[in-house]
């Protein structure tokens, strides 16, 4: 994977300022143009919505399977058709070539920006999920304190009833005695 924040940054910089964005007019540009737009907004999205963006790896590896398929399959025809002697049926034309190509690319950026965003969506998920359980582990050390303090103080006002006890046992002895 690789990383294009400062192509990113200036793409934002011109969306900011109403400029045109800088990416390519297809489906991996638009993908690319829509996450960086809502990516300053993940903190608002909700839990469930950045978990189906995640999500997105699930359908590129998909993608990925279905692309290679039928480039393998086109890759059999070509070959059939060349390996024949005489007369070729043509079930490929060199005209069309290109044109399957620059689709087949088109559907591999497709894909690279899907598990690129997939993966920005999951460490936000993940990093959320991180403060959490930080958070209830830090609330949880407060009241584990917390109870150890008031167990003490139980402990230290349950001796100091023991000793008064005992000092109000020595005093009426002591007062016995006196009387006697």
Known sequence: MHSDKDQ????LAATDSNERPNYTADASGLLRYLWGRGCGQVEQMADDELEWVATASEN????ALNL????????MLISCDSERKGLHAGSFQPHDLPELLWGAADTVKTIEEMVTIAGDADFHLRERYRKRAE???HQASIGSARHARDDGALKLAAQGQVMR??????????????NA
């Not at 590129?60 to 993608?63: H, I, S, T, V």
């Not at 006890?165 to 006196?178: D, F, G, I, V």
């Open 165 to 178: 006890s005992k000092k109000q046992t020595a005093n009426a002895t002591e007062q016995e005695t006196e």
């Open 8 to 11: 990113i940054d200036r793409d």
């Open 135 to 137: 958070h209830l582990a």
């Open 68 to 75: 290679s398929k039928t480039l393998g399959g086109v890759a």
């Open 60 to 63: 590129a590896q998909l993608m």
